[in-house]
């Protein structure tokens, strides 16, 4: 499993988690990025969904600067727009408004991330229903299942 140090400590994955057209069946975490994950979707308590979102400080990707925490904004720059029982919209306070990360709660054992923006805070890294953009890779209609993450990139 994944590296209980690089996890905050009320992370609690869901058991499906579907991102950007892609299903995640007990996987720990969607991507990892030199052992670290930029975002994290878990359980948070009753019907809450809660959202972890960080970006690397360099281009080494060796420090990382905490953006969100359980929902809440860490940095003046990200705007939790919404964040309701069911669902998260996490945004920039550019204009226009982009979305970095919106999902929601569909059950007790299933989230889903609807956009995914992590241009905004320097990570080629987005997508939508149409699928997952990470680099020059395009995921779509993938199933990973009992693996630890569903990506990590290392160099």
């Known amino acids: 499993m994944y590296f209980a140090e690089h996890l905050p400590p009320d992370y609690i994955p869901f058991e499906r988690l579907l991102i950007c057209g892609n299903t995640l069946i007990n996987c720990s975490v969607p991507l990892k990025m030199k052992g670290k994950p930029p975002f994290l979707v878990g359980k948070g308590p009753g019907p809450i969904l809660w959202v972890w979102l960080s970006m690397p400080e360099n281009k080494k990707i060796d420090k990382w600067l905490s953006l969100v925490q359980k929902n809440i904004s860490t940095n003046r720059r990200i705007v939790v727009a919404s964040a309701g029982e069911s ?69």
């Open 87 to 155: 669902g998260v919209i996490i945004t920039t306070i550019a204009a226009p408004l982009q979305p970095v990360l919106a999902a929601t709660r569909d059950s007790e054992v299933q989230a889903t991330i609807h956009t995914l923006d992590l241009r905004h805070i320097g990570l080629r890294v987005f997508g939508d229903q149409k699928g997952l953009v990470l680099g020059t890779n395009t995921l779509i209609g993938n199933t990973f299942e009992n693996v630890d993450t569903m990506l990590s990139i290392d160099g």
